[in-house]
């Protein structure tokens, strides 16, 4: 645990040090949802019903440039070589930076949240906890297979294209259920059917930090 | 071309200093170590030992594969062909238990440009020997950033890049250090300091691997070594023995 904390503190300082980027991704967010916005129209009607899609879309969308950068740092600086030669096991290593890449889209999102709110027009029928919990779950669910195929793609050609190729397809269970579950907190939920989506969330975020975290070791070595 | 074979022949280190090292096991064994990138070889056949507290060099051109060499023996790379065994156990799968007794000075240094020279060391030291504040100040005194360490990397000139990665490579006390290209981007200062830190290294009980063009600087510190061209090995000897033989090939 203390070499976890030890990765997620490393990344979170380098990303703080270096928030021009962050700042960019999160203006780039604010860009998407504004373009989609324009997109649906004026009607509040269809703004407010589709409000969670797009949110979640402009999320998963900025995610490949946050995602792509943790590891674009460590392998232009030669940093992961002097890693692999720390006593760090790898798994400790993935869980620091997927921890670090989850609560770098956790704030994306709630930073994103009065955008969404104003634009879309949305009022929110549950309390804003669960939104937010909602919204880590969704982050976590985006950053472990994320971190795994950043590390992949990390060294090869045309990183920016393989990264979403590989990890669009393999969160979709993940992005439907945040996006069905948000959709129900902004719009009511009369069926009390968002307990489910909820569960179904959780259970495919520890499939896979559980299946990324045995992959990582793979994925670092030559 | 000349492929003038010099060989140690089971004779002593050149350095009386190393002598007590050769009675240890070795600290690196390679046979016949290979590696291939599509249909080049980088690294052909290389076969050779490094006695332990010794300090071994690596000379050769550009592309002969020293860094390649370097890098397998670091763990990084897995040999296409050959094996290697350190402190006389070869690991086959689990490269873990003997990687983290290895400490690798790479040409890209490793570094994070956002951090500064104090954090850099805490980072990497905090993940590896947990050293004291105390420590991080002497490691910084003495690669000479103590007036530098609330500066971002990003700020360093080259050579300061190379002493405080210097400075972290210290604060992992490995047992097998090697250095690629040392004294690139180095004034003389900065080269007498690399010499003194494998100097400090040795004294330490460590064992050092330099590959560096700077062949006459690191035969004052060597004790043997080999050469290499186009991925072999064309010599091995004693570093008085690679120095002649330099001068007669590169000159």
């Known amino acids: 645990m203390r070499q976890v904390w030890e ?10 040090r270096g928030r021009s980027r962050s700042t960019g991704v999160f203006f780039f967010a ?24 797009y949110m979640w879309l402009s999320l998963l969308l900025s995610s490949t440039l946050a995602l792509s950068q943790s590891f674009r740092i460590e392998v232009e600086s030669d940093a992961l070589t ?25 704030l994306l999102g709630v930073a994103s949240g009065p955008i969404v709110i104003a634009v879309f027009d949305v009022t929110l029928h549950a309390p804003i906890g669960h939104l937010l919990l909602l919204l880590l779950l969704g982050c976590a669910g985006l950053a472990a297979p994320g971190t795994l195929y950043a590390g992949i793609t990390c060294r090869a050609k045309g990183q920016e294209i393989l990264l979403p190729v590989l990890l669009f397809p393999l969160i979709v269970p993940a992005m439907l259920a945040s996006v069905k579950a948000t959709t129900l907190m902004m719009n009511g939920d009369p069926m009390g059917q968002g307990r ?4 179904l969330l959780l259970c495919f975020d520890i499939i896979y930090w559980s299946i990324s975290g045995l992959l990582f070791a793979k994925v670092i070595e030559e | 071309m000349l492929e003038e074979k010099i ?9 009386s200093a190393v002598a007590p090292a050769a009675a240890r096991e070795d600290a690196i064994t390679a046979r016949d170590v290979s590696k291939r990138y599509g249909a080049h070889w980088a690294v052909s056949r290389a076969t050779f030992r490094v006695a332990q507290g010794s300090c071994f060099l690596i000379i050769g051109q550009n592309g002969a594969g020293k860094s390649t060499l370097l890098r397998i023996v670091a763990t990084l790379n897995r040999p296409t062909l050959g094996e290697l065994s350190y402190f006389g156990e070869a690991p086959r799968h689990d490269h873990a238990a003997v990687r983290h007794r290895i400490g690798l000075l790479s040409p890209r240094l490793g570094l994070y440009e956002d951090l500064t020279a104090a954090e850099s060391l805490l980072t990497f030291g905090r993940l590896s020997t947990r050293p004291s504040s105390d420590r991080i100040h ?29 400075a972290c490579l210290a604060a992992q006390d490995p047992d097998l250090v090697l250095l690629d290209e040392p004294y690139g981007a180095l004034d003389p200062a900065g080269m007498t300091l690399v010499d003194n830190m494998v100097r400090r290294w040795q004294r330490q009980g460590a064992t050092v691997v330099i590959a560096t063009h700077h062949v006459e600087r690191g035969a004052e510190l060597a004790d043997d070594g080999i050469s290499l061209d186009r991925g072999r090995i064309v010599a091995k000897g004693s570093a008085e023995e690679l120095t002649r033989f330099a001068a007669a090939r590169f000159h």
């Open chain 2, 138 to 166: 002497e490691l910084l005194g003495l690669v000479g950033l103590n007036p530098s360490l609330a500066t971002p990397v990003r700020l360093f000139s080259q050579g300061m890049r190379k002493r405080l990665a210097l």
């Open chain 1, 82 to 106: 002097v890693l692999r030669l720390l006593p760090v096991s790898p798994v400790s290593l993935y869980y620091g930076k997927a921890a670090a890449n989850t609560l770098v889209l956790l």
């Open chain 1, 196 to 199: 489910s989506w909820f569960i």
């Open chain 1, 7 to 16: 990765v997620l503190r490393k990344d979170l300082l380098i990303e703080w």
């Open chain 1, 30 to 53: 604010m860009i998407l949802l504004l373009l989609f916005s324009f997109a649906l129209g004026p009607d509040s009607q269809v703004l407010r019903q589709h409000a969670g899609a």
């Open chain 2, 7 to 15: 060989t140690v022949a089971g004779s002593a280190p050149a350095r």
